[in-house]
Structure formats: structure tokens, C-alpha cells
């Protein structure tokens, strides 16, 4: 009989094990880093609700976190209510979303649907760069174009507008966040089987409402996916906030007024000289989970939102 | 149906009394610069099966696809020559292509269903054209048309059920309702049965044979035994050119062209 040999000459093949072991080394530690992460938030954040309750920080409707020097000034003891902030953050990435969920999605189609693979070439690239932007450059354009822009106009027409206002700082947000919808949603337009809108167009149906009907139907679970992710990014943005939408916690649903955000606060508490014991510091981390949470939750609702509707348009 | 260039042969046969339904002259496709079809003139007679038959690439499907002009989709595809339907030239600027479209529907190689339930895949043509007023009407267009298609005694008391969730041979029955519901003059099929099993395709086979009481059919197709056994009028076509046509039987028993011949007895192809 004929011998065929299959007994490896090279043994256990060392290189292939180490190459292994290397990954599974290098997802761990990805994996530790973000457990230690949120273990130090909410460390940091249960000695914050030693100091100040639960109830007050998700309640309270005051937010001015100063402690006091010497402990006979005035209002020494600091409020942390975070609606105002929860609610100037929910305010400014409304507008942004409000702002980038036409221009994303239009665009997505437009490039997806009708633009030669010419213009396509161009565009795409250009939308890229958008994205590529320094969040501080785009915070600079809000707080010295836009704003000076919203308040001039505003004051032409009887309106009050404050310098730093949350209409400003939305709109350039959204701006920011268009390449991030719309290379997501034209991947997932793209995604969709040509067989689709060969059944529409044979059926006599024009361009418009195969992609009304057809095309944006079965394509709805990854643009809802993009659009939260769309979301948490707007609501986990620092740099443009920081810069053009103030620092003051006002509780209001006015546009054109200075509202302030849980990053803002978050930045504002913890830059220069701080004492670390302090509930004012420590409020910062008690903030941290809080957004943290916040997007996790958008995060989970996204997934949730794609797989069932993937199910049903399998 | 024949070929004009061998229409003194088939003056005696019947058919060639029949005024035409469809007739194409000298109709030429590119591809950017290569060219796909060359110079086919093809009469299609009204209610009757006409099957395209021919090796792969040979240009049959995309003959087909000149009937309802969804070669206008690929841009760098480009028709000459004319092709009239009813007597009216297709390719005409005064045609709505959309209008046209309506009058021809198309069954996919692939069974296609929208990612819809089995009754708004059925409606969504009736409901763009506007053919209907009431959801009365609407639903009896469906009916009809699921039952038509030979659909509705299997889907009627799960209608509300996505259409992605029938089987292989049900979703292209379904895509034939689909088609149907617009109530089009002609039906053309591009290997409806290529992804089906064979029972499946015994349906879809006698299915054909019961809507050409209503319909004109056209159907590509890779088997011959199916072109012999669903259609009445056979085309051949060889790498872009249409070799023959008449009578199924005929071109099945006495081709004229050597070609046609070798293709149909396994040597080409």
C-alpha cells in the first residue's frame, strides 16, 4: 500500500500558538482597560453619593458646584442638581441631530441612489474630510462665526440672543456629525439588494418611490443603528460645547439662549488646581457615569432596534 | 414569429397571421464598445409563449431587458433600432418610460419579494399607479391576482406574513402576482425557474401555460426541455446574433441553422 504521510514533520507548529496567544493577550487587556475604566468612575462616583444624594443629583434643579474656601462664606455648600445640564445637553444634541439627520440622510441617498460614480468619487472623499476636522476647529466656528451670525440676525428681528447660545453650538454640531450619518446610511443603502429596486422599476415605479418605498424601508435598521450612534457622538461631544455653548446651567428649552452640558461640566471641574476630596471634584465622575450610562443605554437600544428589524426584513 | 429574413418560409405557417404583438428591427446593444446584441429583428405574437433559448452570454437576457427598457438603468448600455409594441416605438423621447413599464411587467431570475408581507407585495404596483380607490378594491386585486398566480390557496390566511418568509417557488409565484396586479399586456421572465427545485418548477411551468390565455409571454431560459415544453414560438440566439426563430416544434425537430442544431443536440453551449 501506498505510504502518505500525514504526521506534521514541524510538530506542534510553535509560531501558529504564539501568534494565538499574542491575540488573545492583546483583547484582554483592551477588555481590562475598559472594565478598570468604569470600575474607577463608579468608585470615584459612590464616594460623590456619600456626600450628596442620590436624589439631588438626579432631581435637583440647581447646578453651582462651588465649595467654599473657608467654610463661613457664602452658599458654602454647593448644589449638584444635574437636570439643567441633562437637559442643556438633551437641548444642544437635539439641535444637532435635528440639524444632521436631513443633510446626512439626503446625502447618503443622493450619493447612494442618483450620483455617477464620477461625482461620487469626489463627493465622498470631501464628506470624509469633513469628518476629519478637529473638533476645536469646529468650535472655533461656531463660537466666532455662528454665534456672532445667530445673535446678529436674532437682534435684527426683536429676538434676545445670548452670545454663547445652544442654537450655535447644536447647529455646528450637526454639521459635524453629517459625514458620520451619512457614510454610515449610504453603506447600508448600498447594502441593499439591486434585485430590490429591479422588482420596483419593473413594476413601473420611478426612481423617487422605489427609493421611498422600497430601498429606505428595508435599509431603515442600519440607519436607525447610525442615527443613535449619531446621538451618543453628539451627546459625548466636548470640544465644540465647550466653546460656543457657555458655562452657565440654565433650565430652559430656548434655543437661543447659553446652556451648558454635562461635558462642559465635566471639563470646567476638573481643569487647574482642585482639591481631589471635594464633592465639587468628585462631582465630575458622579457626571462621567451618568453619560456614560447615557450612551451605553443609546448604544444597546441601536442594537436592539437593528436585530429586530433585521429579522423581519430577512 | 420569424425573421424577417426568413419570412417566405414561414409565410405558411399559422401564427404568421397573427398580427405581432411586439416587433423588433435591427435592434443593436453596446456595452460601452462592445457589442452585445447585433441587428435582431424578432417578431413576438400576441398571447403565446416565446421562449429565448441560447448559451450563456449569447445576449438573450439582455434582449429581454430591451423590451421593457431596463437596459436604460446601466449607463453604459446603449440600444439602437427600434422596437414597437402595440405599434408604438419603445424607444421613442414622447415614451414614459415609467407608463411602459407598467404595460410590461418582469419576473427576476432570482425570486425577489419586497421585504414586505405577502399582501403588500402584491398591492405595491396597484397602489404607485393608483389603479385602485378603495381598500375593498385593492384587496380583491389582490385576491385575484395571488389566485391567478396559482398563490392563494397556500398565503390566504397568512397574508399579513413577510413574503421573504415563503419558500423558493412561492416567492416567484408571488412575484408573478406581483407582476400581474398592475395587469400588464405582456410578461417577460428571465429564468424564473433557475433557483427552483423541480416541482417548484412544474408550478411555475403550468402556471405560464394558464396566463398566456391573458398574457404575452416572453421567457429566457437555459432549458431546452423548458422552452419545448412552455412555449409555442422559439428564439436562438448565438453570441449576439438571433440565429432562428418559428415554431417551437420546428426548431426543435427540423432546424434550419446548423448552429441552432448543435446547440440543441448538447454540442454547443
Same mark, same amino acid.
Given at each position: 500500500m501506498q505510504q502518505i504521510d500525514i504526521i506534521g514533520s514541524r510538530g506542534? !507548529? $510553535? @509560531?501558529? !500558538?504564539a501568534i494565538q496567544i499574542f491575540m488573545v493577550i492583546c483583547s484582554v487587556i483592551a477588555i481590562v482597560i475598559t472594565i478598570g475604566i468604569v470600575f474607577s468612575l463608579a468608585f470615584e462616583a459612590y464616594r460623590? *453619593? &456619600? #456626600?450628596?444624594?442620590? &436624589?439631588? *443629583? #438626579? *432631581?435637583? @434643579? &440647581?447646578?453651582?458646584p462651588q465649595t467654599a474656601i473657608r467654610s463661613d462664606q457664602v452658599g458654602a455648600e454647593g448644589s449638584f442638581g444635574a437636570v439643567p445640564l441633562i437637559t442643556g445637553t438633551l437641548l444642544i444634541s437635539a439641535i444637532?441631530?435635528?440639524t444632521a439627520t436631513p443633510l446626512g440622510l439626503a446625502s447618503a441617498i443622493y450619493l447612494a441612489e442618483y450620483a455617477s460614480p464620477a461625482v461620487r468619487n469626489i463627493v465622498k472623499p470631501l464628506l470624509e474630510i469633513l469628518a476629519g476636522i478637529p473638533t476645536v476647529v469646529y468650535g472655533f466656528f461656531a463660537a466666532l462665526?455662528?454665534? $456672532?451670525?445667530? !445673535?446678529w440676525t436674532g437682534t435684527e428681528v426683536g429676538l434676545e440672543v445670548a452670545s454663547e447660545s445652544a442654537l450655535a453650538a447644536g447647529l455646528v454640531m450637526g454639521i459635524m456629525i453629517v459625514p458620520l450619518i451619512s457614510s454610515l446610511s449610504d453603506d447600508v443603502i448600498n447594502a441593499v439588494p439591486q434585485s430590490l429596486r429591479d422588482a420596483s422599476l419593473g413594476l413601473g415605479a420611478t426612481k423617487s418611490e422605489t427609493i421611498r418605498k422600497v430601498v429606505l424601508p428595508a435599509a431603515i435598521p442600519g440607519v436607525a443603528g447610525s442615527l443613535l450612534l449619531a446621538t451618543s457622538r453628539a451627546i459625548g461631544e466636548t470640544m465644540i460645547v465647550v466653546m460656543a455653548a457657555g458655562m452657565a446651567a440654565n433650565l430652559t428649552a430656548n434655543p437661543l439662549q447659553a446652556v451648558t452640558t454635562i461635558t462642559v461640566q465635566i471639563v470646567a471641574l476638573l481643569t487647574g488646581d482642585q482639591e481631589f476630596e471635594s464633592a465639587k471634584t468628585l462631582s465630575a465622575f458622579a457626571l462621567g457615569l451618568l453619560l456614560f450610562i447615557v450612551t451605553l443605554v443609546l448604544n444597546i437600544i441601536a442594537q436592539f432596534i437593528v436585530k429586530r428589524f433585521s429579522e423581519q426584513y430577512d | 414569429m420569424n425573421v424577417v429574413s426568413h419570412e417566405d418560409k414561414s409565410a405558411t405557417e399559422p401564427q404568421s397571421k397573427e398580427e405581432p404583438i411586439i416587433t423588433a428591427r435591427n435592434v443593436d446593444v453596446f456595452y460601452a464598445d462592445k457589442q452585445a446584441l447585433n441587428g435582431i429583428t424578432l417578431d413576438i405574437p400576441a398571447n403565446k409563449v416565446t421562449s429565448l433559448i441560447g448559451p450563456s452570454g449569447c445576449g438573450k437576457t439582455t434582449f429581454l431587458r430591451c423590451i421593457n427598457r431596463m437596459n436604460d438603468l446601466i449607463d453604459i448600455c446603449k440600444v439602437t433600432g427600434e422596437i414597437k409594441i402595440g405599434g408604438q416605438d419603445i424607444y421613442d423621447e414622447k415614451v414614459d418610460v415609467v407608463s411602459l413599464r407598467a404595460q410590461i411587467g418582469m419576473v427576476f431570475q432570482k425570486p425577489n419579494p419586497f421585504p414586505k408581507s405577502i399582501f403588500e407585495n402584491v398591492a405595491y404596483g396597484p397602489r404607485i399607479h393608483r389603479l385602485v380607490k378603495t381598500k375593498g378594491e385593492l384587496n380583491d386585486v389582490v385576491e385575484r391576482s395571488l389566485s391567478k398566480a396559482g398563490l392563494l390557496e397556500e398565503v390566504k390566511d397568512r397574508l399579513d406574513e413577510p413574503g421573504t418568509g415563503l419558500s423558493g417557488g412561492q416567492q416567484q409565484r408571488l412575484c408573478i402576482a406581483? %407582476?400581474? %396586479?398592475v395587469e400588464p399586456k405582456v410578461i417577460l421572465m428571465d429564468e424564473p425557474c433557475s433557483a427552483l427545485d423541480p416541482i417548484a418548477t412544474a408550478k411555475i411551468e403550468e402556471l405560464i401555460d394558464e396566463l398566456r390565455e391573458n398574457y404575452t409571454i416572453v421567457i429566457v431560459t437555459h432549458s431546452m426541455q423548458q422552452a419545448a415544453r412552455v412555449s409555442q414560438q422559439t428564439a436562438f440566439f448565438h453570441m449576439g446574433n438571433l440565429v432562428e426563430a418559428g415554431v417551437t416544434e420546428q426548431i426543435f425537430t427540423t432546424p434550419q441553422d446548423p448552429r441552432t442544431e448543435s446547440y440543441i443536440t448538447g454540442r454547443i453551449g
Open positions: 506542534a !507548529r $510553535p @509560531l501558529e !500558538r460623590f *453619593f &456619600q #456626600l450628596v444624594s442620590l &436624589q439631588e *443629583f #438626579l *432631581f435637583g @434643579l &440647581q447646578w453651582s444637532a441631530m435635528a462665526t455662528v454665534a $456672532p451670525i445667530i !445673535r | 406581483r %407582476a400581474i %396586479a
